[in-house]
């Protein structure tokens, strides 16, 4: 009961046999409290150490157990200023903690620029992607060289279930000897289901992810898989990563018919509206200006849609939304 003020049972008998016998010897005390002389004078020595067994103002030789009401109140006063300062000190060692954390963190995530993200360690480069991968709003492709069975998560599990939930529009290349595993075939044919476009090839370069076709992102050593990661914004860089997933996409081969889609991949918001501004009139600059977004990725959705409906021109784009009840 009394062990939070450094008082144990043993230490406790010692003290109570000294309030009840106040004139006996340490021998007399060890035979109330059945204890050796040897480990009653230690006990002794643990309370003059508490402040509960003091000098005898009146005899200097002499010794008596303080009074509980004064000795163990005072104890407790002396522990609560100990815990007191303890937790003052706990908070300083938090704060630190926290000043370390964010010292470690910007060790981790080094910005060259601010076009560019360095991520070092596998598990820091996963969780950035995951934080970009919320932020998309119109495309995310991907080429995975991995073997597919280390690469992707149980289906339910998936990010990319999330993404395309979402209605971001998914490209995929994968190896094309993911077609040998059972497991990578049943999550390709979900993805599938859901909207998501996948290719195979039998070789690739390296792991890519774009976002929105604005940010690109590299392994930072592709022999590698576990040094990190790379985030490019760089006009230039994420120009030419497009460039190399297109090479490597079209001459991919398709896993499963478009015509069983689920939905026939829904538009994203982005995509609607455009279509929505360029079914009203409006030009480029002004979708861009509209939506917020940068011309280049307002004509890049729009070479999209094109693509999706097989429209040469604004004109046919426009039919063929019409035709399948987008606008």
Do not use: C
Request: proline share 6%.
């Amino acid at each position: 009961m009394l062990e939070p003020l450094g008082v144990d049972e043993a230490t406790f008998a010692v003290y109570h046999a000294l309030l009840s016998h106040p004139d006996s010897t340490p021998e007399q005390i060890a035979a109330l409290v059945d204890r050796s002389t040897g480990e009653v004078q230690q006990l002794m020595d643990k309370l003059r150490r508490l402040e509960l067994l003091v000098p005898t103002w009146t005899n200097p030789d002499g010794e008596h157990a303080v009074h509980p009401r004064v000795g163990l109140t005072g104890l407790a006063e002396r522990r609560r200023t100990e815990l007191n300062k303890a937790l003052g000190e706990l908070r300083e060692a938090e704060a630190s903690a926290e000043v370390i954390a964010e010292q470690y963190n910007e060790l981790l995530t080094s910005r060259s620029s601010g076009d560019v993200e360095i991520l070092k360690g596998r598990a820091n480069a996963s969780r950035r992607i995951e934080e970009l991968a919320l932020k998309t709003k119109d495309t995310s492709w991907g080429l995975v060289p991995a073997h597919f069975d280390e690469s992707v998560p149980k289906t339910l599990r998936s990010p990319d279930v999330e993404l395309l939930d979402r209605g971001i529009r998914m490209r995929t290349v994968y190896l094309q000897s993911m077609t040998a595993s059972k497991q990578a075939m049943e999550y390709a044919e979900t993805m599938h289901r859901l909207g998501g476009e996948i290719r195979v090839t039998p070789t690739l370069p390296m792991r890519l992810i774009l976002f929105d076709q604005e940010i690109a992102i590299m392994p930072m050593d592709p022999d590698n898989p576990t040094a990190g990661a790379v985030i490019h914004r760089t006009p230039a860089v994420v120009s030419v990563a497009i460039a190399l997933f297109d090479a490597y996409w079209s001459r991919a081969s398709e896993m499963f018919d478009p015509d069983d889609r689920d939905d026939e991949t829904p538009l994203t918001p982005h995509e609607s509206e455009v279509l929505r501004l360029l079914a009203g009139g409006a030009k480029d600059e002004q979708v861009a200006r509209l939506l917020g977004i940068s011309l280049r990725t307002a004509r890049r959705i729009t070479a999209n849609l094109s693509e999706r409906l097989d429209a040469a021109s604004r004109f046919e784009l426009g039919v063929a939304a019409a035709k399948r009840g987008w606008v």
